[in-house]
Structure formats: C-alpha cells, structure tokens
C-alpha cells in the first residue's frame, strides 16, 4: 500500500490558512495601532500579562500561533519549488523545523507567565 | 540506430524562477503565495513579543517601543495588505474547497464566500473590541 504523509502536512496547512485568513489581519493592526501609539488597552503589560497567564488563553495562543507558522512554511516550502529550488527534503525539513521551534518557543515563554 | 531521429519537438523555454512575471494571472498567484512570507514573519514577531512580555515591564515597554520604528510601520503596512490579500483569496477559495449541496442544487459560490467575508468583519471587529481598541 502506498503512504503518504500529505494529510498529516496538508491538514495543519488547511487549518492554519483558515485559521491566518479570520485572525492575522486583525492581530497586525492592534500591533500597527500600538506602534502608531494608540495601543489597545489589553497590550498594556499588566492587562496582556493577566490575560495571557490564563491557561486557556496559553493553549488558543500556542494552538493559533502553530497553526499560523505551520501553513506559512507549507505555503514558503510550495513557493520555493515554484521558484526553482527544487531541493525538496531539505525546504521541507528546514521550514517545518522552524515552525515547530517557533511553538515550542512560544510555549516555553508562556509557561513562564503564572497567574499573578 | 539506423535512422537519425529528425523531429524536432518545440520546447518552450520557461525561466526557471522569474516565470511568473509572464502574465497577470500567475503575478496574483504568486502574491498571494508571498503572504506566506509575512504571516509567518509577523508570527515570528509575535513569539517574540511573548519573550519580552515573560521578561517582564522593562522588556515588554522595549517591545512596545520597537514597534513604534519606521521599519515596524513599514513591515506591519506590507503584512496587513498580504494577509488581507490571502483572506481574500482563501474565501474566494472556500467555495471550490468546500460546496455545499442542498438538495439537487448547489449554493451558490458567492454565498458561501460572503457569508465567510460576514465572519471575517465580525470576527475583526469583535478582537477590536474585546481588546479595547475603541
């Protein structure tokens, strides 16, 4: 029988562009407006920092930020053959490392946030 | 061999990288493949700001403050138009992904991306607000 490892890559890639197409817009502009200067209430450092202690709000900010960098390396890893970089194996292992480094990291800092 | 092959097939040269500046169409796909480039580096950028948050008051003011450099404005207006670039086109998409039949007929492709345009406003404005942007 023939395996292929497209659903398990295809499926977080599915998920994360769905995932990227509601969110990401929204998220670049409460980061835009905090560096035009009219930071949202909640990017001030207690309100993020009570707000992302939460244990639930961990795991949807390690869930969405997987899921986003996962889709844009499956996206970068299509592109690059696109472009003419055929070296398959070698794109696919560094971009999906990268995302998965990206998570870990992202989980490790937040493990560092407890509930005040 | 006893005969010389003499046909001589056409090969249309393709350039190995920069093909898709040949037609509009493939520039469009191909811009929409480069918000991938933003998405992931603007998430990038938010680990980070998760590392200065667990840095503590000091670290986070230092992100914060980062954000505020041309270089940040700049990279945050070319992420904006590609990820509501690849909204667009990931709606647009949605109904050929995912057809929804009802009975003998189909709903129509509009439909379906309309109402996922509808959720993308509503879901925009309710971060907005849950956020205190207001």
């Known amino acids: 029988m023939a395996t292929s490892n497209k659903p398990i890559v295809w499926g977080p890639f599915a998920a994360g562009g769905t995932l990227t197409a509601f969110l990401t817009p929204v998220l670049i502009l409460?980061?835009?407006?905090?560096?035009?200067?009219?930071?949202p209430d909640l990017l001030a450092y207690d309100a993020l920092r009570a707000f992302a202690a939460h244990g639930i709000v961990k795991l949807g900010l390690v869930v969405v930020i997987f899921l986003s960098l996962w889709s844009a390396a499956h996206r970068l890893r299509i592109t690059c053959y696109d472009l003419g970089l055929r070296a398959d194996t070698l794109v696919a292992t560094l971009v999906y490392a990268v995302a998965i480094a990206g998570t870990v990291a992202a989980a490790a800092y937040l493990l560092r946030l407890n509930p005040v | 061999m006893a005969e010389q092959v003499t046909r001589?097939?056409?090969?249309?040269?393709?350039?190995?990288?920069?093909?898709?500046?040949?037609h509009p169409r493939y520039m469009r796909y191909m811009a929409r493949e480069f918000s991938c480039l933003f998405i992931g580096a603007y998430t990038l950028m938010l680990v980070v700001g998760l590392k200065r948050l667990a840095e503590g008051p000091d670290a986070?003011?230092?992100?914060?403050?980062?954000?505020?450099?041309p270089g940040a404005i700049v990279f945050h207006l070319f992420a904006l138009a590609f990820s509501a670039y690849h909204s667009i086109t990931w709606f647009r998409l949605t109904p050929k992904a995912m057809p929804v039949q009802i009975g003998d007929t189909f709903v129509a492709d509009r439909v379906i991306s309309g109402a996922h345009y509808a959720g993308w406003a509503l879901v925009s404005l309710v971060v907005l607000w849950l956020a205190g942007a207001f």
């Open chain 1, 30 to 39: 409460l980061t835009l407006l905090a560096g035009l200067g009219h930071a």
């Open chain 2, 60 to 69: 986070w003011a230092g992100f914060l403050a980062a954000l505020g450099s």
């Open chain 2, 8 to 22: 001589k097939p056409y090969v249309r040269e393709v350039p190995r990288m920069l093909w898709f500046l040949r």
